[in-house]
C-alpha cells in the first residue's frame, strides 16, 4: 500500500470518528495550535494565549482528543511540515514553561506538549519510512529493468551459441562429406588401377604359366584386392555414417554386415580345389610314368 494513502485513510478516519464529537474547546484548541504553527511567539504573545489555554482547560472534566491534535497534524501541507512542526513544538514548550507549579493547567498543557510531539516524531517516522519504501521501490524497478535486460543478454548469447554449434555441425558435416567424396574417388581410382595391372599381369603370362599356377595367382591378387576395396569402403561408410540418428545407425549396421569372410572363405575353397586338381593330376602322371617304364 503506498504510504500517502495510508496517511489519507488515517485522516479520513481520524476525521469520520471526531466530526460529531468534536466540541468547541476543540475548536478552540485547534485554532490555537494553528495560530502557533506560522511563526515563533513572542514574549506578549506568550501571556495571551496561556489565557485562552486556561480558559479551555479551565471548563468542567475538558480533556483534549488525541485524534482532534492528530488529525489536525496530518492535515498540515508536505512542503511546511517540518518547519511547522518545529513553530508548534516550540511554542508549546514555551508556553508550558511560562505557566507556574501551581497552576490547574499546567499538567493538561504537559499532557497536550507530550501529545503533540509524540504525533511529530510518528509522523517523521512514517515520513521517513514513505522515503526509504519509495527508493527500495525505485531500486526494485530498476532491479527489475536490469533483469530483463540480462535475460535479454542471455537469451541473445544461447541464440548465438545455438548458431555456433549448428554451424559447428555444418562444417563437420561439409567435412565428412569431403572425406568421402575423395574417398569414393581414391577408391575407383585404386580400384581402377588394380584391375589395369591385374589383367595386364594376367594376359601377359598366360602362356607361361601352367593353368594352376595362373589360377593361384588369379585367385590370390582378387582375394587381395578385393578385400583392400571393402575396408577401404567400409571405412569411408563408417566415417559417412558418424553422428547420425538412431534409424541410420541402423542403415548403416545393415550395410556394414556384408560378410567379407564369406567371399574369403569361398576364395579359399577354390584355392584349395585348385591345389587338390594339381596333386591329383601330379600324382596320376607319377602313377602313368612309373607304370610305363618300370
Do not use: P
Amino acid at each position: 500500500m503506498d504510504i500517502s494513502n495510508f496517511l489519507n485513510n488515517l485522516n479520513e478516519k481520524n476525521e469520520k470518528n471526531s466530526k460529531d464529537e468534536i466540541s468547541a474547546n476543540d475548536e478552540k484548541l485547534i485554532e490555537i495550535l494553528q495560530e502557533i504553527s506560522n511563526d515563533y511567539l513572542q514574549e506578549g504573545e506568550i501571556e495571551k494565549y496561556k489565557k485562552r489555554l486556561k480558559i479551555i482547560y479551565g471548563s468542567e472534566n475538558f480533556r483534549h482528543k488525541y485524534s482532534q491534535i492528530t488529525s489536525y497534524l496530518l492535515t498540515i501541507k508536505k512542503e511546511n511540515k517540518n518547519e511547522t512542526f518545529g513553530f508548534i513544538s516550540h511554542n508549546i514548550s514555551k508556553i508550558y514553561n511560562e505557566i507556574n507549579e501551581d497552576d490547574t493547567i499546567k499538567q493538561q498543557v504537559l499532557k497536550l506538549s507530550d501529545h503533540i510531539n509524540l504525533e511529530i516524531l510518528r509522523i517523521k517516522d512514517i515520513n521517513t519510512f514513505k522515503k526509504e519504501f519509495q527508493q527500495a521501490e525505485k531500486n526494485l524497478k530498476q532491479t527489475k529493468t536490469k533483469i530483463k535486460n540480462m535475460e535479454c543478454d542471455l537469451k541473445e548469447a544461447k541464440e548465438t551459441i545455438k548458431e555456433i554449434s549448428n554451424l559447428n555441425d555444418e562444417v563437420k558435416s561439409s567435412r565428412r562429406e569431403y572425406i568421402t567424396i575423395l574417398g569414393v574417388f581414391a577408391s575407383i581410382i585404386l580400384a581402377f588401377v588394380a584391375g589395369l595391372s591385374f589383367s595386364n599381369a594376367v594376359l601377359s603370362n598366360i602362356d607361361k604359366a601352367s593353368i594352376y599356377r595362373l589360377s593361384f595367382i588369379v585367385c590370390l591378387i582378387g582375394l587381395f584386392i578385393t578385400n583392400i576395396l571393402y575396408y577401404l569402403y567400409k571405412f569411408i561408410k563408417d566415417i559417412h555414417f558418424n553422428n547420425y540418428s538412431n534409424k541410420s545407425k541402423d542403415q548403416k549396421s545393415k550395410f556394414c554386415n556384408s560378410d567379407i569372410r564369406k567371399f574369403n572363405v569361398f576364395i579359399a575353397i577354390i584355392i584349395l580345389c585348385i591345389f587338390i586338381v594339381w596333386a591329383f593330376e601330379t600324382e596320376i602322371k607319377h602313377f602313368i610314368l612309373f607304370n610305363l617304364f618300370c
